[in-house]
């Protein structure tokens, strides 16, 4: 499965942001992880088939993952970004949950997308 995301900027604090996700091929569950430099990589959010979702307590209220099942494509709606959020996002896809997010074991990723928020 091939990943392509787009639409990271930078912007200041408060502001918004939409990333987007195509995949190559179907995958029953896909979402967004992010890393910053000396960090783990750490789960967001993420949406299966279904529309089952689950989110980081840190992005909760703030953030909307959705998917376009038609098109492949997964979308990560950020409102109201603060300086914290600051990373290289992910999106990724698997074949299931695992410890609460999509899981990783397929190792399919995209090749990230740097968002910036500035305070």
């Known amino acids: 499965v091939q990943l392509v995301e787009s639409g990271g900027e930078s912007v200041q604090a408060g502001g918004s942001l939409r990333l987007s996700c195509t995949a190559s091929?179907?995958?029953?569950?896909m979402g967004w992880f992010r890393q910053t430099p000396g960090k783990e990589r750490e789960g967001v959010a993420g949406i299966d088939i279904d529309g089952t979702t689950t989110y980081a307590d840190s992005v909760k209220s703030r953030f909307t993952i959705s998917r376009d099942n038609a098109k492949n494509t997964l979308y990560l709606q950020m409102n109201n970004l603060e300086p914290d959020d600051t990373a290289i996002y992910y999106c990724?896809?698997?074949?299931?949950?695992?410890?609460?997010?999509?899981?990783?074991?397929?190792?399919?990723w995209g090749q990230g997308t740097q968002v910036t928020v500035s305070s």
């Open positions: 990724m896809a698997g074949p299931g949950w695992s410890d609460g997010f999509c899981s990783t074991a397929l190792n399919y």
């Open positions: 091929e179907y995958t029953y569950c």
